[in-house]
């Protein structure tokens, strides 16, 4: 199936509320689609199809294999239809959607997709809190406010503060949600996914709602001269990645957005590396990362 991206409601996405807000009426819309998909693969086979071919073909809409799970019970279609429409992590910023000092957020990190096991292990579609609800608390990024509170040892909590602190020289406040007064945290997925994160989907995600994606880092960039947004992944994901989102590389370092390929902070790698990767320093070869991307201005494609 050919993706084609989504377009974007532009005057209705000046703030990120209003962009939330019409991705997750997309990813509504993706139900109906997903039923006629269901629908061909079902004449298609003949019988009732294989769970790989089914698992293909949520991949093939951007939603994680995992997902599957909602689809077994004899109480699917309501099941499925409230998961599918509420399995949104609202992300980017601080919560109740207070804005950055500045203007807006000089440095940006952009992972793949929150961890939801949990949720998506349970098979119990109240795992999921009702959309509407989340975005009227403005609940966003809920996990990184409990970063103090946990005391995390290890993964993302634990090596990413101290990296970004290194790079940029500063201390990062312990209160809850600190880490969020200096840098952005977002995902490309924001359906989430589980422990080990679905790449195939994700990608076909970018590829679908690239739109959305480069819109939420350009508000998340606001009035910044320059932002840097530090991709998480490996060096074949970052390429796949700029591909799907429609982005060339300008090679002009005084473009306003440079995207840089780093480690992913839960895999071995200390955070002192992590910070020479985001330095672009040239050291260990086996850690040697894609080139940076630079681009001027996001295009609607």
């Not at 703030?15 to 993706?30: M, R, V, Y």
């Not at 409230?82 to 919560?95: C, I, P, Q, S, T």
Request: with cysteine; hydrophobic share 30%; glycine share 6%.
């Amino acid at each position: 199936m050919e993706i084609e991206a989504k377009l974007l409601k532009e005057e209705k996405c000046q703030n990120l509320q209003g962009l939330f807000t019409c991705w997750q009426e997309e990813h509504k819309s993706d139900i109906d689609r997903l039923r006629i998909g269901i629908k061909e693969l079902n004449e298609k086979e003949k019988c009732c199809f294989s769970s790989n071919n089914f698992k293909n073909l949520l991949e093939s809409y951007g939603i994680p294999a995992g997902f599957s799970n909602f689809f077994r019970e004899n109480d699917r279609e309501e099941k499925c239809k409230y998961v599918l429409e509420n399995a949104f992590n609202l992300d980017g910023g601080k919560r109740k959607f207070e804005p950055p000092v500045g203007g807006g957020y000089e440095y940006i990190f952009l992972f793949k997709e929150a961890n939801d096991s949990e949720k998506i292990n349970s098979n119990d579609k109240n795992k999921y809190p009702v959309f509407e609800n989340e975005l009227k608390k403005g609940n966003v990024n809920p996990w990184i406010y409990d970063w103090p509170e946990k005391k995390f040892r290890s993964g993302i909590p634990c090596k990413l503060p101290k990296a970004f602190e290194k790079y940029c020289e500063i201390t990062i406040s312990e209160k809850p949600g600190g880490f969020l007064d200096h840098a952005g945290y977002m995902n490309i997925n924001k359906r989430g996914g589980e422990s080990r994160a679905d790449e195939k989907a994700i990608l076909n995600y970018a590829k679908y709602y690239r739109n959305y994606i480069l819109k939420e880092i350009e508000l998340l960039g606001g009035s910044q001269e320059n932002v840097n947004i530090f991709v998480c992944g490996s060096k074949d994901y970052f390429r796949k990645l700029m591909k799907n989102l429609g982005l060339d590389n300008e090679k002009d370092d005084k473009a306003k957005y440079c995207f840089i390929n780093i480690t992913h902070p839960s895999a071995r790698i200390s955070y002192e590396n992590l910070v020479k990767q985001m330095r672009l320093e040239q050291f260990n070869p086996k850690l040697k990362k894609e080139e940076p991307v630079y681009v001027s201005k996001f295009e609607c494609k």
